[in-house]
């Protein structure tokens, strides 16, 4: 069984987030041997720098929270933040397309992000933004998102009408079995809820109660 602080993304995507709150969120990945580091892609050169040498990931949003940017935003964010050091990127998907029904709008917007990661050996992951789908819908999307051949399905942003619940990861790891990883993360928010969402097939946590979670609050 890995230990729970390795499925932690440690993340601080809050617009107001100052350098001091960036570098203390590192310096606690750091300490801790939190998976990633997951800030907004202005940050990416700073965390990258402070994290080198280290077995914390460098991580950032693309298209976030929102997702309604067009493709070749996503993609030019997905480039910059590349060249600024990333190791991972969480996209968000065309969520009116999804609700709307243009499932190829949505692969294509998906896969045009995950060419651009994987040309750079960089991990993707997809945010789906569970709150705002029907259960079909969450099934449907993360379908979708291995079919765009991301490596991770992921529930949500923390920034919409909720966070992420046992009920959508299961849903997405029915959709995907094997094919490819479900993240959880949003409302998460303590050790008990971490491990709720891991058994319920979730294998990356993405979370700002990362102390909390391993009992250092």
């Known amino acids: 069984m890995m230990a729970l602080n390795r499925y932690l993304d440690h993340t601080l995507l809050k617009p107001e987030a100052t350098e001091v709150q960036i570098d203390q969120v590192t310096q606690e990945a750091l300490d801790n041997h939190f998976f990633s580091v997951m800030v907004n892609p202005y940050w990416v050169k700073h965390v990258h720098a402070k994290l080198a040498g280290s077995d914390v990931a460098t991580a950032c949003v693309i298209g ?9 935003i996503k993609v030019a964010e997905a480039q910059q933040a ?30 045009a992000v995950v060419k651009a990661g994987h040309d750079a ?16 819908e969450i099934t449907k999307a993360s379908e979708i998102v291995a079919d765009a ?7 949500s942003t923390g920034f919409s009408t909720r966070g992420a619940a046992v009920h959508d990861v299961e849903l997405m790891k029915a959709a995907v079995g094997d094919r490819i990883k479900v993240k959880a993360s949003g409302g998460i928010h303590s ?3 971490a491990q709720a969402m891991i058994d319920a097939g979730a294998e990356r946590l993405g979370v700002s109660a990362s102390m909390a979670i391993i009992g250092k609050a």
Request: net charge negative; aromatic share 4%.
């Open 64 to 72: 976030f929270p929102l997702g309604a940017n067009t493709t070749a």
């Open 82 to 111: 590349i060249a600024d050091g990333v190791d991972e990127l969480d996209m968000v998907i065309n969520i009116g397309e999804m609700k709307g029904g243009n499932y190829a709008a949505v692969q294509s917007d998906i896969e």
């Open 121 to 136: 050996g960089k991990l993707v992951k997809v945010i789906i933004e569970t709150a705002l789908l029907s259960d079909a």
């Open 149 to 155: 051949k991301a490596d991770f399905v992921k529930t």
């Open 191 to 193: 050790a008990e809820e």
